[in-house]
């Protein structure tokens, strides 16, 4: 019969032409190893996830939430100034409305106050008043362009 080295697994198990038994100093040892490559390989990724967390200073994280309130304070300020702003079109919108409106209004007032005078009535009233129509000597006429103006070209006659 061949004689074959006793071999032996992780767990102390030995095999071979012996029968299997079990080492208990073996066990407890493999178990300790074990831990300690977990504990290791655990120790290892929290230390990873902490750089990936303290990653950055005190200073950068105050100077990172300033800007980020900076910029919400300035995006507030945004939406404040287009809601006034849509605010005055809505008020200027109905401004020009009621100018319209007034302007309208104004227009008949005119027209029905223009309709009420007789003019043939006052051209009687100013002829009885003693108001002469001019002579043709008396009418000056100007040719003028709109950038120039008038001045008076003499005496006006007392009669």
Do not use: W
């Amino acid at each position: 019969m061949a004689y074959y080295p006793a071999r032996t697994n992780t767990y102390g198990y030995q095999h071979g032409t012996e029968a299997p038994r079990v080492d208990p100093e073996r066990i407890r040892e493999a178990k300790r190893e074990y831990v300690k490559s977990v504990g290791d390989r655990v120790e290892e990724r929290v230390k990873a996830m902490k750089r990936v967390k303290t990653g950055m200073s005190v200073a950068q994280v105050f100077v990172i939430t300033f800007c980020l309130i900076a910029m919400l304070a300035v995006a507030g300020l945004y939406i404040l100034s287009v809601s006034r702003n849509e605010t005055l079109k809505n008020s200027v919108e109905t401004l020009k409305k009621n100018v319209q409106e007034l302007n309208l209004s104004n227009a008949k007032i005119r027209d029905e106050i223009e309709a009420r005078v007789d003019y043939d009535e006052v051209y009687d009233f100013a002829v009885s008043q003693g108001m002469q129509s001019p002579e043709k000597q008396q009418i000056v006429r100007y040719s003028r362009h709109a950038a120039e103006y008038v001045s008076k070209a003499g005496e006006i006659p007392n009669e």
